[in-house]
């Protein structure tokens, strides 16, 4: 692994956001979005922010647990929004915020947040330093903070999943 110096980036480089319309597919036999469906689509947002910041490939390496707050519908319009929280040596904190709009009610609710880890790799899965993430607003110094928490967090909990798979 190279320790060439990376160029510090803001966060708002990474932010970004995604659209999609409920159809019939992607729902159950009740018309509500199934969670799967929502999943996928929350690792994608979650990629589209790690690759604007690490500007490579990266690999999902863990999703921390996702509450589904509140149904979503056919014909509901979802808006996923991703960021870098914080960077460590070649993984990154994402976080996926997921809204769901009724454009005919004009509301727009909270349904779900994730915190997701990639991995930046290269063409051949080796992995790559990644430069680090300023945090530029306090809620984004907030999520910087928090992240670094959850870290530990996951780790430990990796570390006892480990043990206890031995
Ligand atoms: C993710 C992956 C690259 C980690 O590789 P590894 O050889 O286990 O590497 P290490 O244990 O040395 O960890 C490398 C980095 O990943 C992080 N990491 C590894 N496993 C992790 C996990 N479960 N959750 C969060 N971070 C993790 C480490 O903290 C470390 O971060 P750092 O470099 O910023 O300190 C490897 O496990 C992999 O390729 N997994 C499959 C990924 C994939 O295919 N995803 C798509 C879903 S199918």
Known sequence: MSDEILTPRPVRDSQSEMAEIVLPNDTNPLGALLGGRLMHWIDLAGA?????????????????????????????????????????????????????????????????????TFVAVDVNRNRLKVAPVIPETDEQRRRYDDAGRRREIRRSELERRRRASR
């Not at 319009?77 to 960021?83: A, H, M, T």
């Not at 996926?96 to 909270?110: G, I, M, P, Q, W």
Request: charged fraction near 20%; avoid cysteine; aromatic fraction near 8%.
């Open 48 to 116: 589209m922010a790690a690759h604007r910041h690490s500007r490579s490939y990266a690999v999902t390496a863990s999703v921390d647990h996702i509450d589904f707050l509140v149904p979503v519908r056919v014909g509901d319009l979802v808006i996923l929004r991703s960021s870098v929280n914080r960077v460590f040596h070649t993984s990154m904190e994402v976080g996926v915020k997921v809204f769901v709009e009724n454009y005919l009610a004009d509301t727009s609710r909270h349904v779900a947040s994730a915190y997701l």
